[in-house]
């Protein structure tokens, strides 16, 4: 099959390479669809863990076209979403129901073979049906708003409450969507680029803001009476985390979201800490929360075709992933077949 692998830091080649066995409780899948993720440029510049060689591509769909003994739950040609993430269920986090804390942890496209492929293997546990009429494309995106469900949790939204976003790409225009049914008060976005802002609003964001924008802060503060109740940053970087902690009113909470690069730190004067009495969160992975993704796609709750992904082929993969990124482009999905 024709795949993508990447054998050390932007060391990867579209080759041919062997499918593999199909062992019991194991499913073939043909892949239709696979979102290029922030982590994978981060995979590919050695920012981020992997274990090459290995075929990159963590957020995909596709149809069951062969299945192993004990599979009993597919059947051949069912669509399914894959949740790449997993977990061990014997390690202590496991067993306390930490599961993204897994010391045995493996993912697929990062520790074993992904999506940037014609097919994956994927085991039973970690695929789920999708109706045969839903896009492929949409599906695609389950694995990275079970991300944001997961960071949704951590920030405890009240109805009514004000939220600003940091960041407009992929994760903050689907944060925005979960804000929104989560009842939030005002919305806000902070975000650079133009067409993002304006995709924003078109989604209901009730301000958006350009973080060059010398009074932005406060003009979010009047708009929030004092600072929203909840920061939420998905930029990945030390300048948005910053911003984040600068934001909220008294008894705020913060939610740093984004994977920022390894040297990326975050400061934060320790009297508004005590002062302000700031809950700070992080959000690692999607424990338990693949099956609300998938819900929300199908039900058209969550609509990540607004977010006008460009659709690339396989052999485009290295180009996208070794050229500086353009803020233009929200997503980029590979269709491998």
Do not use: W
């Amino acid at each position: 099959m024709k795949a993508a692998v990447f054998r050390g830091p932007r060391n990867l080649s579209i080759e041919n390479y062997p499918l593999g066995k199909l062992e019991p409780r194991y499913i073939r899948v043909q892949i239709e669809a696979c979102g290029i993720c922030g982590t994978d440029f981060h995979i590919y510049t050695g920012e981020s863990y992997s274990k090459p060689p290995v075929i990159p591509g963590h957020e995909f769909t596709g149809i069951v076209v062969d299945k192993g003994e004990g599979a009993y739950n597919f059947n051949i040609d069912d669509h399914v979403a894959v949740d790449p993430n997993i977990y061990c269920g014997e390690c202590q986090y496991c067993r306390e129901g930490k599961i993204n804390f897994c010391s045995n942890l493996k993912a697929l496209g990062v520790s074993l073979n992904g999506g940037f492929a014609e097919y994956s293997i994927v085991p039973i546990s970690q695929a789920y049906l999708i109706p045969k009429e839903f896009s492929f494309l949409s599906a695609a995106f389950a694995e990275p708003l079970s991300c944001c469900v997961r960071g949704i949790d951590n920030a405890s939204i009240k109805l009514g409450e004000s939220v600003v976003i940091i960041g407009g790409g992929t994760i903050g225009l689907l944060m925005l969507q979960l804000v929104k049914l989560r009842g939030a008060g005002k919305t806000i976005l902070i975000e650079p680029v133009e067409k993002k802002r304006n995709l924003a609003l078109s989604l209901h964001a009730d301000f958006v803001f350009d973080p060059n924008s010398p009074e932005m802060k406060r003009d979010i503060s009047d708009l929030t009476s004092g600072g929203p109740d909840v920061v939420i940053e998905c930029a990945g970087n030390s300048a948005a985390a910053n911003l984040a902690v600068s934001l909220p009113k008294r008894g705020g909470r913060v939610v740093i979201f984004g994977l920022s690069e390894k040297k990326d730190t975050m400061n934060i004067t320790l009297q508004d800490f005590f002062l302000k009495e700031l809950s700070i969160k992080g959000s690692l992975l999607n424990p338990f929360t693949f099956s609300r993704a998938v819900e929300l796609l199908v039900t058209g709750k969550v609509k990540p075709d607004r977010l006008q992904p460009e659709i690339m082929p396989l052999r485009d993969l290295k180009k996208i992933l070794s050229e500086p990124r353009k803020s233009s482009v929200i997503k980029y999905q590979i269709t491998p077949n």
